[in-house]
C-alpha cells in the first residue's frame, strides 16, 4: 500500500488525546490527525522523527495525518507504520495477489456474520466462505511484538465470533499484521489484556488458523512481508 499524499517529515511535540498530535513542520508547530487511537506511548515520545501524510482536502481543521514513526532502538532505529487503517488495505492487495487462497477467489471487506462484522470474507471456486479478521500490531520490546496495546473488549468479542464461524463450517482466520519488519516473535499482550490472549488460545483449540506477518514499511508505503512465530504459550 502506497499512500497518495505528499509525505513530510517532521518531530513529535505533543500529544493531547486520542486523536491529536502536535508536531513541527519546517520549522513551524503544526496540529495533526493521528491515525491511531491506541495509545502508543513508547512509538511517540517528545523529539522522535514521524511522518505525515498531507491532505489534500482544503476544508479539514488539520492538513496532516500522522502515518508512521522512528523508534529508537539502541544506537540504531525501526521504523513503524501507525496508521490503523492501514492492516486491512496491505492485506487486501496481498489476498488479490492470490498469496493466501490463490487468485481465483472473491474478496469482500466489511462483512457481517451474528453479532459481528469481520474485515474480510473470501469465498473459493468450490463457494466455500472464509471469514479472516486482520488486527494491526505496533507494539515492540525486544523484537517481541503484543497485541493489544490497550484493552479490546471488540478483539475478544470478534475472536469468539470467528470460533462459531469455525464450528458452523466456515473457514476462520486471525492475520496479525505487524506494522515493522524484523521482528522475532508475536505474543499476546497477557499483562494488558489475558482475555484477548486466552481467546487466541481456545481459537487456536477449535481450529481457526492463527497467522502473523511482519512488514516492509518505508516513509510513504506498507507491504506485507514475511512469516512471523506465533507463540500463544
Known sequence: ?????????????????????????DGREEKCHVKNT????????????????????????????LVATEKKIGDSSILINMDSQAPNSVVEEWLRKGELFG???????????????????????????????????TLEKNGVVMFPDAPTERGVKHVKELIKAKKEGYGA?????????????????WDTHPAFGEALREAE???????????????DSITLFKSVPVVLS
Open 103 to 137: 487468485e481465483k477467489i472473491e474478496v469482500k471487506r466489511e462483512v457481517t456474520y451474528s453479532d459481528s462484522r469481520f474485515d474480510f470474507s473470501i469465498t473459493d471456486e468450490s463457494g466455500r466462505i472464509t471469514f479472516l479478521e486482520v488486527k494491526g500490531c
Open 173 to 189: 482466520y486471525i492475520l496479525i499484521l505487524v506494522q515493522m519488519c524484523g521482528v522475532k516473535y508475536f505474543v499476546p499482550n
Open 205 to 219: 483449540r477449535n481450529g481457526v488458523v492463527i497467522l502473523c506477518y511482519d512488514s516492509i514499511v518505508t516513509s
Open 1 to 25: 500500500m502506497k499512500y497518495k499524499g505528499r509525505i513530510k517529515e517532521g518531530v513529535f511535540l505533543s500529544r493531547p488525546n486520542r486523536f491529536i498530535a502536535y508536531v513541527m513542520v
Open 38 to 65: 491506541g495509545r502508543c506511548r513508547e512509538l511517540l515520545v517528545p523529539g522522535c522523527k514521524v511522518y505525515l501524510e498531507e491532505s489534500e482536502n482544503p476544508n479539514r481543521s488539520t492538513r496532516f495525518d
